[in-house]
């Protein structure tokens, strides 16, 4: 933080890959929000992991934590849910009257734009941003959409949370091989060993 605020930076927002919780901290932490909340010199925190909604009913016991103003022992944080059923929003009020930008005021919410249960929008379309990107929309349809290969037996995923499982290797064979390709072109690259990870996200059905 003190790198960061030496080399010109006013507003320092947090973007971090990790969940919320108030368990003791330690160094592999995988829910570890809250204690970035203790960092001194963090203005805001937009974050995202565990599938839930920050501020929400879920995390009102947490101790710092007020879900009236989307805080975390005063500082801004959202997290909004997942598959863009929320719209995370952290509102800042700067002042410059010293030369430098300084939050004078902040809340956050995760508003809720896409009901699960019910299978709807809460939200109308924007037309005009509708037309902007439907060339590139349709375009990223069509390409995902082409086959790239066939097997010739039938796969399931039954067993992928417990042992190796054909549907998950073959992704990872693909990831390796297109990688390996790709990096031939690259002389500092090129005798890299490369590793894949991929993970069972349909399990029980291929």
Do not use: C
Not at 10 to 36: F, K, Q, T
Not at 62 to 70: E, L, N, T, V
Not at 93 to 108: E, F, H, R
């Amino acid at each position: 933080m003190p790198e960061m605020r030496e080399k010109g930076a006013d507003i320092v927002v947090v973007i971090a890959h990790s969940g919320l919780s108030a368990d003791p901290y330690h160094s592999m932490a995988e829910n570890s929000v809250y204690y970035l909340s203790e960092v001194p010199g963090v203005d805001a925190i937009m974050f995202g992991h565990a599938h839930a909604v920050f501020p929400g009913k879920d995390f009102a016991d947490i101790k710092g934590a007020d879900i009236a103003k989307g805080t975390l022992n005063g500082i801004p944080a959202v997290m909004p849910g997942m598959w863009g059923d929320h719209l995370g929003v952290v509102d800042l009020v700067l002042n410059n009257d010293s030369g430098k930008w300084q939050v004078t005021q902040a809340k956050a919410e995760a508003r809720p734009i896409y009901d699960a249960a019910a299978k709807k929008s809460l939200a109308a379309e924007d037309s005009k941003l509708v037309g902007i990107l439907k060339a590139d929309h349709d375009a990223t349809r069509e390409f995902v959409s082409k086959p790239i290969g066939k097997s010739a037996d039938n796969m399931y995923s039954y067993l992928a949370l417990v042992q190796d499982d054909p549907t998950v290797q073959v992704v990872n064979n693909a990831q390796k091989a297109y990688v390996e390709h790709f990096i031939q072109g690259d002389p500092d690259l090129a005798k890299l060993p490369v590793l894949s990870a991929a993970a069972p996200f349909k399990v029980w059905r291929a």
